[in-house]
């Protein structure tokens, strides 16, 4: 058990006005994560709304992907100082996620090397693991940041470049 405690990260970390569909706070049907950090785990908790249905009662599976991607993607950036492009994912989902029920994310990293990061995300619901899955991570530089959006890199991202 994590005994360590929990440190709150900041949501607008890469900006009040970023597009982010997972974490921004803004964004008109994103997600609005928020995320701690509590040891060597990054945690977040969602409730899925009826707007994140794929049948009816249940989270669409492509969405509880997304969920766990951006925990992963947060992993990195409170655990590593980082950010990364997610380049591969290997998930299963092993219960459905409902809607209107709380979903307890968790993120850590299994490997990492200069250029490359794998990380396991876990989502519970209710107690039970719904979802496990492997995201890997490539951690860019600013200059290949910059090839893979198509234009300079925003200012608060740049710190977190390789």
């Known amino acids: 058990m994590n005994n360590s405690p929990s440190i709150e990260l900041d949501p607008n970390t890469f900006g009040q006005d970023q597009p982010c569909f997972g974490c921004s706070q803004n964004h008109p049907i994103g997600f609005r994560l928020r995320f ?11 409730v899925p709304g009826e707007q994140y249905q ?5 989270m669409h599976g492509g969405l509880c992907t997304t969920l766990a991607d951006e925990i992963a ?9 980082r950010f990364g492009f997610t380049v591969a994912i290997e998930a299963r989902l092993s219960k459905a996620i409902r809607i209107h029920m709380p979903v307890i994310g ?3 990293i299994e490997s990492d090397t200069a250029r490359f990061t794998k990380v396991i ?11 496990k899955g492997i995201f890997t991570f490539a951690v860019l530089d600013e200059n290949a940041a910059e090839k893979v959006i198509g234009g300079p890199l925003p200012e608060a991202w740049k710190k977190f470049a390789r």
């Open 73 to 81: 993607a947060w992993t990195i950036v409170a655990l590593k100082g």
């Open 121 to 131: 995300v876990e989502l519970y619901q209710a107690d039970a693991l719904c979802l």
């Open 106 to 108: 968790k993120g850590r």
């Open 54 to 58: 794929g049948p009816p009662g249940v």
């Open 36 to 46: 701690a950090r509590k040891g060597d785990e990054v945690l977040t908790e969602f």
